[in-house]
């Protein structure tokens, strides 16, 4: 697989949920385990060009070791690891995954109509740029 940090989160930088979700990651993330980069820039494309069609779409995709989670699996697995009551999240892992995805799929589908759009990707702070695979590209 293409090179790329451990605990690397692929988003959408246009979508106001998505980048709220990077926003709050970032201050809860004491320890500095996560990476992010953009789902459409040419360093996330590079990352995703190694996976499935069916692991690409409309989804988030989070790599940890040498596994690809998206979907719910994929938040549920970013969110249980966070510190405190975060780690509550994981016991979700227990409802059928079809069930998980269908709301995940829901949700993806309408992220802009109900959350909005932004009319540029997001950027992120100076003092985070160290996280983003793909800072040169989003400034």
């Known amino acids: 697989m293409e090179n790329r940090p451990d605990h690397l989160i692929l988003f959408d930088p246009y979508c106001n949920l998505c980048t709220a979700i990077v926003k709050y990651i970032l201050k809860q993330d004491k320890k ?5 980069g953009s789902l459409y820039s040419k360093r996330g ?6 996976l ?5 779409k ?4 989070y790599f940890e070791k040498d596994e690809v989670f998206t979907q719910s699996d994929a938040a549920i697995r970013i969110i249980s690891k966070l510190r405190g009551i975060h780690k509550t999240v994981s016991v979700f892992r227990y409802v059928p995954k079809s069930f998980r995805d269908y709301l995940y799929k829901i949700v993806a589908k309408y ?13 992120p702070s100076e003092i985070h740029k160290s996280r983003f695979i793909d800072y040169s590209e989003l400034i």
């Open 32 to 36: 500095e385990r996560f990476y992010f």
């Open 111 to 123: 992220r802009y109509n109900i959350f909005g759009k932004r009319k540029d990707p997001f950027k």
């Open 58 to 61: 409309n989804t988030i995709i």
């Open 45 to 50: 494309k590079d990352i995703k060009k190694h």
């Open 52 to 56: 499935s069609w069916e692991k690409q």
